[in-house]
């Protein structure tokens, strides 16, 4: 008989993964479902990585390789982080595992001791909470609200900073509100960082590139030179070149926090895939222009979206500076009555109105800390969103 390992039974599956399994279900049960709940991109990996994998196989780099990654990909992950933010890593200072998500659990194994705080703004990715309880951490989330534009505040910061604060984890553009740090937000949180220097930052830049803004998205490691040293800077292939499959992500960071993942990693699966690293290592250093014409696409589809759903009465939704999700906020249509006579009392009650009455798939924003809001997701075609925008328009206006 299995009992679980106290570990597991205090976290949850991804709430994320749960929607996106409800949604097939619904949809092999014959439902009439457009999904809004997707987490990745729906774009087929571009050709030439594709092809850049067929040919490490007939290379024969089919073995395990180093663990902290090929040469040629630390390689193309050093140049990558000097190109587009100007930063400098050495070769030890870069690791490499299967997908973002995996650097991050190691991550935090790798320095997080029972009962060691780490600082969680919401809203927030929903993994961050689940992957501090799971290695005997304390998420301290810390509310950012959408007048703050969903950003931490250095004042916020200050004072969730404890003696027992190991990590801040920021997360820009943000999943789920695709919200931004500047320059100046980044020095006023560096300001705060700087007083308190036993605190290291996990800075998951993954949507860095899925950016909207005319002037570069730029990471605290670089408005902030002086807390490099102190920042593991996570990002990887799968959102960028909708790579999501092949499971490659990456971290640069401290030398002696690098050597602790790779040391946890050696133990736990030797390396990620030989094939995925060619494919990545590629995807990095060729012809950049899937990257420009998915985030066109992207961008488009995201101005049709906020403007349709800013049009619906008891919704409003702040238009986000990368990352393709939208949080629109639902404090407007808490309280009113479904035609079937439910009272809708919270973005959960929301979302499972969406679904049943007019079939359409998002997700509550209380899975992300921060309510009433939900999650859609913009990784679709333009049909599916304006087909999503007039039932969540119809499901509204039914609401007495
Ligand atoms: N970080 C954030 C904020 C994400 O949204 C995701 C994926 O949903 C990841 C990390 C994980 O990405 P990967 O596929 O590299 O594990």
Redesign the pocket.
């Known amino acids: 008989i299995f009992v679980p390992a106290a570990r597991v039974s205090r976290i949850k599956i991804s709430p994320t993964t749960a929607a996106s399994a409800r949604v097939r279900e619904l949809k092999a049960a014959g439902r009439d479902i457009v999904d809004m709940a997707i987490?990745e991109p729906d774009f087929d990996t571009p050709d030439h990585v594709k092809t850049a994998a067929h040919e490490a196989i007939d290379r024969g780099e089919t073995k395990y390789t180093a663990v902290n990654g090929t040469v040629a990909l630390r390689k193309a992950i050093i140049a990558d982080y000097k190109r587009r933010l100007g930063l400098d890593y050495a070769d030890n200072e870069i690791c490499v595992g299967g997908?973002?998500?995996?650097i991050?659990f190691l991550a935090l194994m790798a320095s997080v001791e029972e009962g060691a705080e780490v600082i969680v703004p919401a809203p927030y990715?929903v993994?961050y909470p689940d992957m501090v309880i799971a290695n005997d951490g304390k998420p301290v989330i810390v509310r950012c609200s959408e007048n703050q534009g969903f950003k931490l505040t250095a004042e916020a910061l200050e004072a969730a900073i404890t003696p027992k604060t190991r990590w801040l984890i920021l997360?820009a553009p943000s999943?789920p509100t695709g919200a931004a740090y500047s320059r100046a937000d980044l020095k006023a949180i560096g300001d705060v960082l700087l007083r308190h220097p036993d605190v290291l930052v996990l800075s998951?830049d993954?949507?860095d590139q899925i950016w909207y803004r005319d002037e570069p998205a730029t990471t605290l490691a670089a408005a902030v030179p002086e807390l490099k040293d102190r920042v593991l800077l996570a990002n990887?292939v799968?959102?960028t070149y909708a790579m999501?499959g092949w499971?490659i992500?990456y971290a640069a960071g401290p030398a002696p926090l690098v050597a602790a993942i790779n040391k946890l990693q050696s133990q736990m699966s030797s390396c990620p895939s030989s094939i995925s690293q060619a494919a990545a290592a590629h995807a990095l250093t060729s012809d950049q222009s899937f990257v420009r014409d998915s985030v066109k696409l992207y961008k488009e589809r995201r101005d049709y979206a906020c403007a349709r759903l800013n049009a619906i009465p008891g919704l409003s939704c702040l238009v986000p500076d990368g990352a393709f999700y939208l949080y629109p906020g639902c404090a407007g249509v808490i309280g009113k009555t479904t035609p079937g006579g439910k009272v809708i009392e919270s973005d959960l009650d929301f979302v499972l109105y969406l679904l049943d009455d007019v079939g359409v798939a998002a997700v509550q924003g209380a899975a992300y800390g921060l309510s009433p809001y939900f999650r859609l997701s913009i990784a679709t075609s333009m049909e599916a969103i304006k087909a999503a925008c007039d039932r969540i328009e119809k499901a509204c206006r039914a609401l007495r």
């Open positions: 987490g997908g973002a998500k995996q991050l990715w993994s997360n999943n998951d993954i949507y990887g799968s959102k999501t499971r992500g």
